[in-house]
């Protein structure tokens, strides 16, 4: 009887277009604010997820008493910032101080960097010095760059959230004024650090073959996003739908399909990462919790929204050439017209932009699943990423392939090899 049960639940096992679509809906809807990490529609998209892996039947990750794993994060707020160049006093608006720390002081006495821009053609070589500094260093933009740096100013100024309490070693204070460089100057700025609890959302699948049950399989996505943007046409909010509510709804639907087939030799770990968006602190908390020697292979699923650059029913996979992962999941579609490509935009650096990075590191087959053509995709970062801009067809085509192509990893017949562990 049982064993009768369980045959049929594994042929009747298909991802579900239904929740697809639901959980797709709901994740990138309005209300959820855009997901900004640490806020109320992020916290709300949590509850969601969290809802969704109890009517699924997962449990927690072992250990673990609820399917939210909690960690704290600082959230640092500029603070007033005053420039005297020459023994003038810069007026108000004129001065931005990108640091962590309490409190900074400098005068031209410290040891202080000064760097002049004059032209918006000098701000990207100068990237490091102005974004992150490896020494103290007083930027001066032209006046004739006031738009760049009040740009630049609105972009920043917003509280920031780090993965950690420890104040940065150097930072940049920006001035708009003419050069050349001041002969004296004195500068005063400060910061206020509040610290804000942020959490991934997990859930867990136990092996059911005894073999094998030590080793885990991870399903992954990303569930925030920006939040609230620079306003285009009255729209304000950036609904992420593709970046990444199409990865985390895959996490949610092969969660669903793999609880209904019940036969995962491995133990599976289906999780939404927060905080990818600002630093992949949510990847990095949870590699620490687990032994990365048992961890066979990861699933990072990220942007799966649009049809890929080869056409419908293909994606990419970052780092193909790192590992065997991608061979062996094309051989589990064998008679379907499903292809993975190797990714075709190694210049973007993809497979260390997502949360696969932190476990490839540490040597697990870890690689990001894409469809997006990222150099041409306008509506990436944008207050456009809606649900109406996706092929929701296409992305439960993806989704059903990921399911299927799995099937040797989960089973415990197939182990991708490992991937050689790099430095940053």
């Known amino acids: 009887m049982s064993g009768s049960y ?8 298909r991802v579900s277009g239904a929740t697809v679509e639901r959980v797709l809906t709901t994740l990138a809807a309005d209300d959820m604010q855009g997901r900004a990490t640490g ?69 031209e006495r410290d040891s202080v960097e000064v760097l002049v821009l004059k032209t918006k053609q000098e ?29 630049l100013v609105e972009q920043f100024g917003k509280p920031q959230l780090r993965a950690d309490a420890t104040a940065g070693r150097y930072a940049s204070v ?76 895959a996490v949610v639907a092969l969660a669903e399909y793999f609880k209904k087939r019940n036969d995962n030799a ?8 927060t905080a990818e968006e600002i630093g992949g602190f949510g990847a990095r908390y949870f590699s620490r919790q687990l032994d990365p020697k048992e961890l066979v292979a990861m699933f990072n699923i990220e942007m799966i929204g649009k049809p890929a650059k080869f056409g419908p029913n293909t994606a990419f996979i970052t780092g193909y050439e790192r590992s065997d992962f991608g061979p062996l999941l094309q051989a589990n579609l064998k008679g379907t017209k499903f292809k993975f490509e190797p990714d075709p935009y190694p210049e973007q650096n993809l497979f260390y932009r ?21 150099p041409t995709d306008k509506l990436y970062h944008s207050v456009d990423d809606e649900v109406s801009s996706l092929d929701v067809k296409n992305m439960t085509a993806v989704i059903e392939a990921i399911a299927q192509s799995a099937s040797g990893i989960v089973a415990g017949k197939q182990t991708p090899t490992r991937i050689a562990p790099e430095k940053d």
Not at 222 to 242: E, F, K, M, Q, T
Not at 266 to 273: D, G
Request: glycine share 8%.
């Open 266 to 273: 491995r133990s599976l770990i289906f999780v939404a990462f």
């Open 174 to 249: 920006w001035a708009l004024a003419a050069g050349p460089a001041p002969r004296t100057f004195q500068v005063n700025a400060s910061t206020v650090t509040k610290t804000v609890n942020i959490r991934n959302v997990a859930g867990y699948l136990p092996g059911h073959d005894a073999a094998h049950a030590t080793e885990k399989v991870i399903f992954s996505g990303h569930y925030d996003h920006l939040g609230y943007i620079r306003p285009v046409a009255g729209d304000s909010i950036a609904n992420g739908a593709d970046d990444d509510a199409s990865g985390t709804t």
């Open 6 to 13: 369980y045959a049929d639940a594994q042929r009747s096992a």
């Open 123 to 151: 701000i990207q070589p100068n990237f490091e010095a102005i974004f992150r500094p490896k020494k103290n260093t007083l930027v001066l933009f032209d006046p004739a760059l006031a738009e760049t740096f009040n740009s």
């Open 354 to 374: 997502s949360d696969n990075a932190t476990l490839a590191r540490l040597g697990v087959p870890a690689h990001t699943i894409s469809t997006d053509q990222i």
């Open 39 to 107: 806020q109320p529609g992020q916290q709300k998209a949590a509850e969601f997820l969290a809802s969704e892996f109890r009517r699924i039947g997962l449990q927690p990750l072992p250990g673990a008493t609820s399917f939210f794993q909690e960690f704290p994060a600082y959230q640092i707020t500029p603070g007033g910032v005053t420039v005297t160049l020459d023994g003038a006093a810069l007026p108000a608006g004129r001065a931005f101080a990108r640091t962590t720390r309490p409190t900074l002081t400098w005068t």
